[in-house]
Structures are given as C-alpha cells and as structure tokens.
Nanobody
Framework: QVQLVESGGGLVQPGGSLRLSCAAS????????MGWYRQTPGKQRELVAG???????NYADSVKGRFTISSDNAKNMVLLQMNSLKPEDTAVYYC??????????????WGQGTQVTVSS
C-alpha cells in the first residue's frame, strides 16, 4: 500500500509557474515509477510526466521543455515544476505510484488530486 498526498495547485496566469509536490508514505526508491497525470471533465486521464526509480524521466510531448519532474528520495517526494503554463494545462493533477512485483503483478496508487487553473 502507498498513500500519496499532493499539494501545490492553484490559480496562475498564462506564462506563470507552479510547483506540485507529492508525498509518498513509503520509500520512493521501492516504487518502480512515480508519475503525474491530469484530467479534465469528459476526458481520459493522461500522463504528464513520469520518473523511474533510476531517476530517468519521461514527458508528454505537450509539456516537454516546460515541465520538469524530479524526485527527492530523502523526503519520499516527487515534484513537478511547471513553467510557461498555458490555459490548456488547466486540469486536476494526480500523483501516481506504479509498482510491479517479481511475480508479474502490477499495482497503481493515486493521490486525491490537486486543481491547476491557468487563466488571466
């Protein structure tokens, strides 16, 4: 089991920045992949950025060059720095922990979500 708590959402003007934080209830080095997803009404949840326990990040094309994902193993936290925000980045952002066991089982855990609104 993993409990995830997000923070850092809010209202920001286009071109502004926000930093989202996700605190995990266990050591994140034991979690295969930590990620950030987002969802808007009527749409499927989509991957924004992920980072594996080796520290390798990956990003959705729509956020490359603007968002940076990082992990702090000492604090069991994953951060998402969002710069040059656009109105289309408006969504509820969810933290995800993906665990794959040696016997092939996979588990996904989700935070409660934090609202990001980009508007003038």
């Amino acid at each position: 089991q993993v409990q995830l708590v997000e923070s850092g959402g809010g209202l920001v003007q286009p071109g502004g920045s926000l930093r989202l934080s996700c605190a995990a209830s266990r050591e994140i080095f034991s979690i295969n992949v930590m990620g950030w997803y987002r969802q808007t009404p009527g749409k499927q949840r989509e991957l924004v950025a992920g980072i594996n326990n080796g520290g390798t990040p990956n990003y959705a094309d729509s956020v490359k060059g603007r968002f940076t994902i990082s992990s702090d193993n000492a604090k069991n936290m994953v951060l998402l720095q969002m710069n040059s925000l656009k109105p289309e980045d408006t969504a509820v952002y969810y933290c995800n922990a993906h665990i794959a066991t040696v016997d092939g089982a996979t588990y996904d855990y989700w935070g409660q979500g934090t609202q990001v609104t980009v508007s003038s």
